[in-house]
Nanobody
Framework: QVQLIESGGGLAQAGGSLRLSCAAS????????VAWFRQAPEKEREGISC????????YYADSVKGRFTISRENANNTVYLQMNNLKTEDTAVYYC???????????????????WGQGTQVTVSS
């Protein structure tokens, strides 16, 4: 049984930082591409970052580039999203997802991913 559990969300001030964690059981994260998506109210689910399997190539949406960093800790089977310089528009539910091969053109498409976590709420106040 594959299970992804996100944690680390909560309330932050604009300009502050949070670190999200995606812990996996039943599946090796280093065998898959792992992405972070977010969904704000009344908006589509947005792919914001991804790390590939073997090569650990990373991808970022323009909206978070330079502020967010994705990383993988294989020993703990966990992927992280370090979020710095948070903005109010970062407020959303953040989801971890795993899937197959991705590229710059495909990593942000939900169809690339098979398993999803339950989401963790991030709220940024001004």
């Amino acid at each position: 049984q594959v299970q992804l559990i996100e944690s680390g969300g909560g309330l932050a001030q604009a300009g502050g930082s949070l670190r999200l964690s995606c812990a996996a059981s039943g599946f090796r994260l280093d065998f898959a591409s792992v992405a972070w998506f977010r969904q704000a109210p009344e908006k589509e689910r947005e792919g914001i970052s991804c790390i590939s399997s073997s090569t650990a190539i990373t991808y970022y949406a323009d909206s978070v580039k330079g502020r967010f960093t994705i990383s993988r800790e294989n020993a703990n089977n966990t992927v992280y999203l370090q979020m710095n310089n948070l903005k109010t528009e970062d407020t959303a539910v953040y989801y971890c997802a795993i899937g197959g091969r991705v590229s710059q053109d495909t990593y942000a498409s939900t169809r690339q991913y098979v398993y999803w976590g339950q989401g963790t709420q991030v709220t940024v106040s001004s």
